[in-house]
DNA sequence: GCATAGGCGGAAAAGGTTTTCCGACCAAAG
DNA sequence: CTTTGGTCGGAAAACCTTTTCCGCCTATGC
């Protein structure tokens, strides 16, 4: 072991001080060189951007943030463990935040009002200039709390209060795109299988069929089947289904896992998919629908999209933009095979 | 519109000056009585606890970081876009670091080292205390770079450099449940389908699948069977499967996806499982386990647990007590009914 | 040659907390 | 009564950058 590897202190980041010293100026002619502020000569702003090069040197944006009072942060907290749909809203937001050089904290409430309170306190004494409040389902949700020093932007599950800024995405719309594939490509006794009826997405989604069909003079054949968001109650109400309405020739269903154990009732029953029945899903799950049998058609709802654009609003918010209420995103098609 | 509520101003943060006001002691005592620090007569802590509480007084994290050098943050970066794999891990990461009070910012490096070396360098300029990279891959991965000022750890992908302290699961422990479990439920002629021969999880879970089986006096029925971690892939390798070795009465698959559709090709040729086929998987993908038929039987490989560790790990590091190498974390059989 | 203006860069304050040092006061001991 | 020691709380520095003045020097104009 050489003296030189024994001794090999973690050199010190260096600090606008050692910059200004290798140049010979002073401390905030430095920055104003860095930065571009103030008036210098173009030859004293290179000769700073040297000593600045060859030391490494980049400003402590700690010492910065405490000055400007904004640390260029935001807190993004999710009600689920990331999850199926927290997941992609999360990917669009550090994409917009990306953009405008800003960092995410992650935080997990896990859906209990405590630990969401402790997060929020947390987030504020770290002066974050802004917060996404993520939903895993598109039920309203209460407020974060009101009269906040910091903008908030909900995204997937919007805020009870229309006043606040929310991003959603359009579930009405969704069904109508699957409602129009469908009767495009000829089905007319078009059934819905969905989640629990608890779940504004199996309501709303479950509305805009009916909606969309009727604009085409058609209606659900059957009623919808509200049961879970399972393959197993998809298999199962497959079955059910063609007992009551055998000569279906259509079905759309709330989600991708159900559409899956559908489409398994389905072709298990005899039926071929998707020259006897067409389906269609929701979600563009796409592990799930590449392996579906016929690969699944399904409605993308735009995850991506709504994360890119709450992480869009909040900045605008925060430069002093604000635009409250609710925003939809919407909807397209992924065709596949069923 | 009344006056108050036009002029109801955005109430400024309450800083330890208003509290000192309040409590009528200086700035400094604030901080020892709320802290704990210095010699102060109860009396004065309480009353200043008091009117802090009156306040809602918590201390700015900047200035404390600005002033202590540690900014109780790490940053998590992650090679792919929290896929399937750094989910769980980042869970446990966070579990990890929540009881130290400290918290992540998320970097999404899509596998660019140009992002990469960006997000280094930003979460460097923000000070964090310990950086935490994140695979999606077991394969060993170059290490971030040399010579950082902050404790990293390698969570799931582990570094290259054994030097570095990474948590990866038990790949070849993991294989060894799997095929335990087959033998001890009466199996003989066990075989193995896989992903891509490209990935080491892939070789090494087929290289401890034929280990384990040795010791047992058994060995692998055919070669493994390396193709894609797709069910499409599961289900035309078990055909494919059956040609050549048709008295099988045992797969151990790569994972869950793949186990998924080998279950569905064995089935649709008429076998039994688990009657006459035992199915074993590995991730323990919930959604995909719980609705294969048979509920599938899988190892789970701890992805949790292996954040949990690498938080662990990092918090000791930070703490001056760094343990360098790797560091293993065993799975656990998952046994549902296949 | 002197005054004025403008160009350039330095000095110092500000931001909010923690921590060290120091001083003041009180009580007890000599 | 004086000294000593201990208890409590205040003053100020330190952390690192940005920004606002302010002053100096030079050049130009009278």
Redesign the interface.
């Known amino acids: 072991m050489t003296d030189s590897t024994a001794s090999r202190a ?2 010190r ?1 260096a600090g606008i001080a050692d910059v200004a010293a290798l140049a010979g100026v002073s401390p905030g002619t430095v920055s104003k060189a860095l930065n571009g502020r103030g008036s210098l000569r173009e030859e004293t702003r290179a000769r700073v951007r040297a000593a600045a090069d060859e030391l490494g040197f ?6 910065r ?2 000055l400007s009072g904004r ?1 260029f942060t935001v807190g ?1 907290i999710t009600t689920d ?2 999850g199926r749909f927290s ?1 992609p809203v ?2 669009g937001v ?1 994409d917009s935040l990306g953009v405008g ?1 800003m ?6 409430s896990r859906d209990d009002p405590i630990r969401e309170r402790h997060h929020l ?2 987030l ?4 974050v200039d802004g917060i996404i409040v993520a939903g895993r389902r598109t039920d309203a949700r209460r407020p974060l709390s009101d009269d906040l ?1 910091v903008p908030v932007v909900y995204a997937f599950a919007r805020s009870t209060d229309p006043q606040d800024c929310s991003v959603v995405s359009d579930e009405r719309g969704a069904a109508r795109l699957a409602i129009e594939h469908l009767v495009k490509t000829g089905r007319r006794r078009i059934a819905h299988i969905t989640g629990p009826q608890s779940h504004a997405s199996a309501r709303e989604r479950a509305a805009g069929a009916a909606e969309a069909l009727a604009e085409f003079g058609l209606e659900l054949a059957g009623d919808p089947l509200f049961g879970g968001w ?3 109650w998809g298999r199962f109400a497959a079955a059910q289904l063609l007992r009551s309405v055998p000569d279906i020739d259509g079905v759309f269903c709330g989600n991708d ?1 159900v559409a ?2 559908v489409a398994d009732g389905l072709r298990e029953s005899g039926l071929n998919l998707p020259e006897q029945v067409g389906l269609v899903g929701t979600d563009n799950w796409a ?1 799930l629908a ?2 579906a049998r016929p690969p699944l058609t399904t409605v993308d709802l735009g995850l991506e999209e709504i994360g890119r654009r709450a992480g869009d609003l909040l900045l605008a918010a925060i430069d002093g933009n604000p635009a409250p209420g609710t925003h939809v995103v919407h909807g397209h098609l992924v065709v596949r095979e069923s």
Chains 1, 2 share one sequence.
């Open positions: 973690m050199t980041r980049s400003p402590s944006t700690v010492a943030s405490l640390t993004i463990s990331y997941i999360m990917r550090e050089e960092d995410a904290f992650l935080c997990d306190r947390k504020l004494d770290r002066q020093p399972t393959e197993v896992v899956r154990g592990v590449e392996a």
